[in-house]
């Protein structure tokens, strides 16, 4: 999974709004002028944009913020989510700026969900422990709870204070780095195997004594 690199203003190079590309980024101010040679300023600040190498399309930027194209700032859901996970997902991220802490209780629920297409049945917490009496990665089980006790403090008062949008990005890569490695990994892998020749993997199930 290729890392997704957030508009951010003033950055040379980010993932476009338009391409979704990961392109150079060239920067310029714009004024706009009505029945004067003197520019316009809004609230006392010059409109920024940014003009995308692969595609040519400009972004405008107002006090460090977006203002056009009005599109999320997060990564796309891992394709091989179910879409009603993509659903809580792509509602987690339309809310993220403005509520953070909402976007990271939607965010458990998304994982909750995940665990539920991945076959476990219960609780979150048991979903987790049972994936790791299976041989979870660490690393992914670590994930797994980050987003488990997020999602549970960030409707506690006083358990967690998002103070940036950008804090609660890492949760939204999270999802995606879970899905990828639980889900589109095995899937790619099985895809590889299974255009093995059948006597090959006979051999390899023999071997084993079971198919694989």
């Known amino acids: 999974m290729s890392k997704y690199f957030p508009p951010l203003y003033k950055s040379t190079a980010f ?8 392109a ?17 300023e809004i609230n006392g600040n010059s409109v920024g944009v940014s003009l995308c190498s692969h595609c040519l ?19 796309p859901p891992n394709n ?11 509602e987690a991220a339309v809310i993220a700026e403005k509520s953070p802490r909402a976007a990271c209780a939607l ?6 969900m995940l665990l539920k ?39 506690h008062p006083g358990k967690i204070d998002f103070a940036e ?3 609660v990005r890492v949760l939204f890569e999270l999802i995606n780095v879970i899905a990828d490695t639980l889900i589109t990994q ?12 059948e006597e090959s993997k006979k051999a390899i199930e023999k071997r084993d004594g079971k198919t694989i």
Not at 59 to 71: A, G, Q, R
Request: charged share 20%; hydrophobic share 35%.
């Open 186 to 197: 095995p899937k790619r892998i099985r895809g590889i195997y299974d255009n093995l020749p």
């Open 15 to 22: 993932h476009c709004l338009y391409c979704n590309v990961k």
């Open 24 to 40: 150079n980024q060239g920067w310029y101010e714009a004024y706009y002028y009505v029945n004067t040679l003197h520019p316009i």
């Open 117 to 155: 297409q991945l076959g476990e049945t219960g609780t979150l917490n048991e979903g987790i422990k049972n994936l790791v009496k299976k041989g979870l990665n660490p690393q992914i089980q670590q994930s797994l709870d980050i987003l488990r006790v997020t999602g549970n403090n960030a409707i």
């Open 107 to 112: 965010l458990r629920l998304a994982i909750e």
């Open 80 to 90: 091989d989510l179910g879409d009603d996970i993509k659903e809580v997902y792509d």
């Open 57 to 75: 399309q400009a972004t405008f930027w107002l006090s460090e913020k977006i203002i056009y194209p009005s599109v999320q700032i997060f990564p």
């Open 165 to 167: 949008t950008a804090d």
